[in-house]
């Protein structure tokens, strides 16, 4: 039997027992104690999280059961999981990020030469790219914890108004143009409401829910609306493109034969507020027709701008 298939076997064995000894391993594959140490030592450095006890009653623990066997990839198996990871590469903060890092490195150093120098070239030549933020997340974590285990939290949040404490239900987290939001239901105000990650300053206390709630899947596919407002704009080809790229305005995009298209639809007027920057943005690729106030909110804020840059000549 291959030293590879041995340790395969072994790997499986000491999974499912997670506490046993040098001498029942010994045992069960008919090997020596001292081949065992041995077999324990590769399995070390492979990452299994293996705590040895000395003494009378010591033995070998598995700290956690939850290690997967090998699994095996083809070359270019493993090289689409590093194209993955390139389009991660512009977070500053994301869940699980020493993890990735642990992943990335287990599975490159494994890779022979020739697929290295494929996932190099990867690296070299495409990238998925957000614009690479300086702010820290660091209760990005937590949050995204607590979300998935239905508690509710009490915060300290940052907003232009100052800093204020927050009874909020997490929905999930999600990531845009290089930053991460939180949709969570405001105890408060009675609606859900969209809160920056960066912004959340301390997690003050947390509250178990019995009943569930929406999940962030869940709300992509739902819009509350309390007061209609139609938005109605004219886009042209690149207003298309930008709409598109913006999560909100994905699904709501209308494009025609020649590549233009619009938006004609009911929204919450409470969203003017949200889409109203977005649509700055835009410029001149975009015409709004409708709602006048969205209309009335870019005026006064390109009237804003001008000031700020008139010519005081």
């Known amino acids: 039997m291959s030293k590879a298939k041995r340790l395969l076997d072994i790997l499986m064995f000491v999974?499912?027992?997670?506490?046993?000894?040098?001498?029942?391993?010994?045992?069960?594959?008919?090997?020596s104690i001292r081949t065992v140490h041995r077999y324990i030592l590769d399995l070390s450095d492979m990452g299994l999280p293996i705590?040895?006890?000395?003494?009378?009653?010591?033995?070998?623990?598995?700290?956690?059961?939850?290690?997967l066997p090998?699994?095996?990839?083809?070359?270019?198996?493993?090289?689409?999981?590093?194209?993955?990871?390139q389009s991660l590469n512009y977070y500053r903060n994301l869940p699980f990020d020493t993890e990735i890092s642990s992943v990335e490195h287990k599975l490159y150093s494994s890779l022979q030469s020739e697929a290295k120098i494929k996932i190099d070239k990867i690296w070299s030549y495409i990238a998925f790219w957000n614009p690479k933020r300086t702010i820290d997340t660091p209760l990005l974590n937590d949050v995204l914890k607590y979300s998935i285990e239905n508690r509710s939290l009490h915060i300290q949040y940052e907003s232009k108004s100052g800093i204020r404490?927050?009874?909020?239900r997490p929905i999930g987290?999600?990531?845009h143009d290089g930053l991460w939001y939180l949709p969570a239901y405001d105890y408060h105000k009675k609606k859900i409401l969209l809160y920056s990650v960066d912004c959340i300053l301390s997690i003050l206390s947390t509250e178990e829910n019995e009943d569930e709630f929406m999940n962030l899947k869940e709300w992509f596919n739902f819009i509350e609306i309390k007061k209609p407002i139609r938005l109605h704009v004219h886009l042209t080809m690149e207003g298309v493109r930008q709409c598109k790229s913006v999560p909100y305005f994905e699904g709501f995009v209308v494009t025609q034969e020649d590549g233009t298209g619009y938006i004609?639809?009911?929204?919450d007027r409470g969203e003017l507020n949200f889409i109203t920057p977005l649509f700055l943005r835009l410029g001149s690729h975009a015409r709004i027709?409708?709602?006048?106030?969205?209309i009335?909110?870019?005026r006064k804020q390109a009237e804003e701008i001008l000031t700020r840059y008139q010519d005081d000549n």
């Open 15 to 31: 999974t499912t027992k997670k506490k046993f000894t040098a001498q029942e391993i010994a045992d069960e594959f008919h090997i």
């Open 51 to 67: 705590y040895s006890e000395q003494g009378r009653n010591g033995g070998y623990t598995v700290l956690t059961s939850r290690f």
């Open 70 to 85: 090998p699994i095996l990839f083809t070359e270019e198996e493993a090289v689409s999981i590093f194209f993955a990871f």
């Open 165 to 168: 404490k927050k009874h909020i």
């Open 173 to 175: 987290v999600y990531a």
């Open 264 to 267: 004609n639809r009911i929204i």
């Open 289 to 294: 027709l409708e709602p006048k106030e969205l």
């Open 296 to 298: 009335v909110g870019l």
